[in-house]
C-alpha cells in the first residue's frame, strides 16, 4: 500500500483551496527562533481555513520552525556521548545518548529521566517519539518513548543519517509522520564530540498544537475518559488513531483502509476484553494505529485531489466566459458597424431630398466620422478580450505545471518507499543467514533444532549427577563451548526450561527441573555471558517430548533445553515468527521466571516410586551403565 508523505499533503493544503484560493503558510514568514514551546500553548490561527465539502472538514496544516544544533558524526569514528535536555515544556527532563559508528548506520543509546506522562498536555496526546532532523530539515521517526512509572526510559535504535540532531515530542501516537511543536527534549552538544558541530536553521516543520484534531473537541477522543493505569496505551493510541481518521474523513476517502484498522481495533479491544495479555493486544493495536494513520494520509491527498480538480475546473470556466466575451464584443462591435451605415444612408437620403447639396455632404461626413469612433470601440473591445483571453492561457499553464510538480513529488515518495522495502528484505535475509549459522554451530556442541520460538538446543540428564542439579565434566565443556558461541552474538536472549519425567511427585519434579535450569544459567554467566541475557525456568513433568511409560520415554523427558532468540536471527521468544520455515512448533507452557538461586550440588531425595527409569546415553554424552537411573 503507497504512503502518501505528509510533506506532499502540507505543500498541497498550502497551495489551494476547495475554491482554489491561495493560503498563506503558516511556517513561511513566522519563524521562530531557539524555542518554539510557547507556541504549544495556544493554537495559532494563521493560515488555516476550515471549510466543509459535504460533511467532511477541510482545512490547512500549519507548521513552525525551530533552531537546533546537529553533528555530523565520522563514519566508524567510534562512540559519542551528547546530553539530553528538556525544554521549557519540561525542563526537569535529563538524559544523554551514546552514538557509536558502523558501517553504513549509526547505532543510538538513548535514555531519559523526569518524563511526565504525556497525556498531561492534553488528551490528544498519548505518547513520545523520539526524532532525528538531518541539517536539511528532514525529519525521521526513531521509534517510539514509553517513560516507566518514575519517567525513566532507554531506547536502542540505528539511524542511516550521517548529519542529524535528536529532539523529543509529545504525540498523539506513535506512527506520526510529522514532529509537533511539543518539544520536550533536545540534544546539547559537548565541547569534545567526536564530530563536527554544525548550527542549522532547522525548517522542519513542526505540526501546531491540534492539527491532528481539527473538527473534533480533544476532550471527545475514546481515550480521554479511559484509565490510564488499567488500558495499554498501545490500545488507548489506536482509539485515538481510528478516532482521528474518521473525522478526517477517511470513511470517505480511504474507507478499504479505515475498515481494515477497525477491524484490527476490534481485534484488539477483544483481546483485551478476554484479557489476552500486553504482548498480544499491543501487537494488533499497534497495526490498528499504523493503518489508521495510512487512511487519514490517504485521505489528505484525496483531498488535495478534489481541491486541484476544482481549481482546474474553476480556471476553464474562466477562460470559456472570457471567449464567450470576446466573440459577443466582436458581434456588437459589427452590429454597431451595419448600424451605423444604415444610419448614414438614411440621413443621406433624407437630406438630399429636403436640403441642399452642401448641408447633405456635412450630415454624410459627420456620420462617417462617428461610424469611424464606433469602429474604434469595437477594435478596442476586440483587443481587451484577446488580452483576457491571453491571460487566461497563462493561468491555465501554471496550474498544469503545478500538478506537474504533485506528481514528480507522488513519484519520488514510490521510490522512497520501493527502496525501504529492499533494505527490509536485505536485513530480514541476513537475519535468516545469521540463524542458520548459529543453528550449525549449536548442533556441534549439542543437538539443535529450529523452531517457532528459537533454536532450542536440548542437554540430555545424563550431563547431571544422578538426582542432582550439579554438572558432570563433560557438560561443562559442552556449556563453555555454547557460551563461546553466545559471546559471538551479544544481542541474543537465552532461556534455559528444565524438564522431568513422571517418577516422584509434582512438587519435587518440579524443583528438580528448577535447579538444573538454574544451575546451567549460573555456569553460562559465569563463562561470560550478560546476566541480563539469560533466564531459567522449572517446567518439571508439564511438557514430556515422549511417552512417560517407557523407560527410553521417560529418560527422553529428562532433560534442560537452552531456548536461543533474539532479533539478530529474526526470533523472539512468545514473538511472530520469520517468514522462513521452521522445523517444529514448541508448546509453550505460562511460567514464571526464577530469581538467580543459591548454588546448590544436590536436591531433595527422591521420594520412592513404584517405578524406575531406565538410563539410556544421549548423543554426544558417556555412556553409563553402572549408576543408578537418573533424574
Known sequence: ?????????????????????EQPSAGTGNRQSSSTDQSSQSQSQNGTATQQTGEVPTYVVNVVERTAQAVDYRDRGGSTKIAMRGTTVMPNVTGDATVTGHTGRLALNVSLHHLNPAHSFGPQYLTYVLWAITPEGRPSNLGEVIPNGNGDVGLQVTTGFQSFGLIVTAEPYFAVTRP???????????NDVKGFIRSIDVKYELLRQGEYTTGI????LPATAADFSKVPLELLEARNAVAIAKQDGASQYASDTLDKAEKYLARAEDYYNRKQGRTPIGTVARAATQTAEDARLLTADKKQQERAAAARQEMENRIQSAQSQAESSAQQ????KLQAQQEAEQRAQVEQERE???RAQSEAEQARLQAEQQAQQAENARLQAQQQAQQAEQDRQAALQQQQQLQQQADQSRQQAQQAEQARAQLQQQAEQQRTRLLNQLNQVLQTRDTARGLVANMPDVLFDFNKATLRSGAKLRLAKIAGILLAYPDLKLEIDGFTDNIGTPQYNQVLSEKRAATVRDF???????????MALGKGQSDPIASNRSPQGRQQNRRVELVVSGAAIGQNVGGPATPASRSEAEPSTPTTPMAAPARTNSVPKEPASGATPNTVPQTGAPPNT????QR
Open 1 to 21: 500500500m503507497l504512503r502518501i508523505p505528509a510533506s506532499l499533503i502540507v505543500a498541497a493544503a498550502l497551495a489551494f483551496t476547495v475554491q482554489g484560493q
Open 180 to 190: 509537533s511543536d511539543f518539544v520536550v527534549a533536545e540534544n546539547q552538544i559537548p
Open 217 to 220: 473537541d480533544p476532550n471527545q
Open 333 to 336: 462591435a459589427q452590429l454597431a
Open 356 to 358: 441642399a447639396a452642401q
Open 524 to 534: 553460562l554467566i559465569e563463562q561470560g555471558v550478560p546476566v541480563n541475557n539469560v
Open 626 to 629: 553402572a549408576q543408578p537411573p
